[in-house]
């Protein structure tokens, strides 16, 4: 079975400095990462994907994340952080690209960067 | 990109009664959608999925006749919460894969039973 796990409820970090969302996985074959950020009373927006090739994917509005193979890590990274960025993190797996696969998503980690 | 319509954005709705909320893809057609649903400070959880055409297929656990899916043609599914009650009372989101962008996700439904 797949699963997501975020280790972090909520991550603190001033702004302009660099910030860190953990996010370990567990999946059968090779995995589909993704990550999502919602921000409050709103839908998920796409930050950015994992499906093979480079371990340093970038993505949406600066960010990026490393998947690690050895250590099923998919942790989510940005250089200088902005107060902006407040909001909720999602981590989410998916099997091989089928059509009817469905998201497992973590649960979640609350990112506030502090002006 | 793929864009996913979902509506209404919030309701309000009395104990007993019924809340259909509509997910439409408008620049793609999704055979297959996917409704979830977020309690308060949690993450998404899978309800069920919504296949064109045919029933949809429900997660364990989830009531398929307290939330009723159609999925009638390529671009719009719903889900009707039925004999609405407090505990009912969630955020709603639903998603679609555009078969080029990926899954895009609704801005979600937050129904609140009273």
């Known amino acids: 079975a797949q699963s997501v796990a975020q280790p972090e409820d909520q991550v603190n970090v001033a702004e302009g400095n660099p910030l860190t969302v953990k996010c370990t996985y567990s999946v059968s074959g090779n995995p589909y990462l993704f990550w999502y950020v919602q921000y409050p009373n709103r839908g998920l927006q796409f930050l950015l994907k994992y499906i093979t090739g480079d371990n340093l994917v970038k993505g949406s509005y600066g960010f990026e994340a490393e998947f690690n193979k050895s250590q099923t890590s998919f942790h989510l990274k940005k250089p200088s952080a902005l107060v902006s960025d407040s909001a909720l993190y999602f981590c989410a797996v998916r099997g091989p690209d089928n059509y009817g696969q469905n998201f497992v998503f973590g649960p979640g980690t609350r990112l506030s960067v502090l002006p | 990109g793929a864009v996913v319509s979902q509506h209404p954005s919030w309701v309000i709705c009395k104990s007993g009664t019924s809340v259909k909320i509509e997910c439409r893809s408008l620049d793609f057609q999704a055979t297959t959608m996917f409704w979830y649903r977020q309690f308060p400070k949690q993450s998404l959880m899978l309800m069920a999925t919504?296949?064109?055409?045919?029933?949809?297929?429900?997660e364990q656990g989830v009531e398929k006749d307290k939330f009723l899916i159609n999925h009638a043609s390529l671009t719009l599914s719903t889900l009707t919460v039925t004999s609405a009650h407090p505990e009912d009372s969630s955020f709603y989101i639903c998603?679609?894969?555009?078969?080029?962008?990926?899954?895009?996700f609704g801005s979600g439904t937050r129904l609140t039973v009273v």
């Open positions: 998603s679609a894969n555009d078969g080029h962008y990926g899954y895009t």
């Open positions: 919504s296949n064109e055409g045919s029933k949809a297929t429900y």
